[in-house]
């Protein structure tokens, strides 16, 4: 899928996707993860904090194809259905901003009466809706999937944070979801989230409605050899100097963890001009 991405400040940016100019390796997960796309295997991704969970994902949807479409939904901070049907409703309007009118998309969901805004700082729309109580919420949610099927598109519906479900106020969510997997069969879904142990309380407890849905990834370091190509590479290009001894210490400093690995090269290359120096702390 083709997108205009902006330019980080670095070559190394520590949040948000840049394109895959800017991602390093993950290939044998992104081959994980379109098996199971083009097999229709829902997914569960996980791994401990800043590893790159939510850049993998993001890659995997810059590799789709002209017909094929992702949805990427965030729970963070989510905390009932009201709320998971409303950045749903944000979500498709990102996946179709082609569309001439947006309001298009709910002639099937009249009871929605979304207010569609869009933020003053990212141009990203914003939605609020008019939900009573959470059965309207749930019959709303239904309403969204059944308008997703009946698109030519091959859809992707990626919920990210997942674990937040467990903390919902509606304890029966996880039913109405399993329930809407079954119901549309043609879209893809998958699952991510960094709190492993509420994610195996979801998946793994034989007495909840998702046990035994998802096929899991876990996500691992980067290869640490193929971490300092990387690195060095992005330096060369900027035509600045960094040793593979220097590559090696940041990365054994910060025991190959993406984000402080990310942060600590943004640093050096943020403040040296040409030849790289490093002091390891005490």
Not at 7 to 27: A, H, I, L, Q, V
Not at 188 to 216: A, N, W
Not at 237 to 242: D, F, L, Q, R, V
Request: charged content about 25%.
């Amino acid at each position: 899928m083709k997108i205009d991405y902006s330019t980080p400040n670095t070559p190394f940016p520590t949040f948000g996707y840049f394109g895959p100019k800017y991602f390093c390796d993950r290939e044998d997960e992104l081959h994980a993860l379109d098996l199971a796309f083009h097999g229709n295997i829902p997914i569960l991704l996980t791994g401990i904090r800043r590893l790159g969970k939510t850049g993998l994902l993001h890659h995997f949807l810059h590799h789709r194809k002209k017909k094929e479409v992702g949805i990427f939904v965030d729970l963070l901070n989510v905390g009932d259905m009201r709320g998971l049907v409303a950045k749903l409703s944000e979500a498709i309007l990102r996946a179709f901003p082609e569309e001439k009118k947006y309001k298009a998309i709910w002639e099937t969901t009249q009871k929605l009466r979304p207010t569609i805004s869009f933020d003053e700082f990212s141009g990203l729309p914003q939605v609020s809706l008019s939900l009573s109580n959470e059965k309207e919420a749930e019959r709303s949610f239904t309403h969204l999937l059944d308008s997703l099927s009946s698109r030519s598109e091959q859809l992707v519906l990626i919920f990210d944070e997942f674990q937040q479900v467990i903390h919902f106020e509606d304890s029966h969510v996880e039913s109405v979801l399993r329930s809407e997997m079954q119901q549309h069969p043609s879209i893809h879904y998958i699952f991510s989230g960094s709190k492993t142990h509420l994610l195996s309380r979801i998946f793994q407890d034989s007495t909840r409605p998702f046990y035994g849905m998802v096929q899991s990834i876990y996500l691992e370091k980067l290869n640490a050899s193929v971490y300092q190509k990387f690195i060095a590479t992005k330096f060369s290009e900027a035509g600045k100097s960094i040793s593979n001894e220097l590559i090696k210490e940041i990365i054994s400093w910060t025991d190959g963890h993406t984000y402080y690995t990310q942060y600590v090269c943004d640093q050096l290359f943020s403040g040296f001009q040409k030849k790289c120096k490093f002091k390891r702390p005490d």
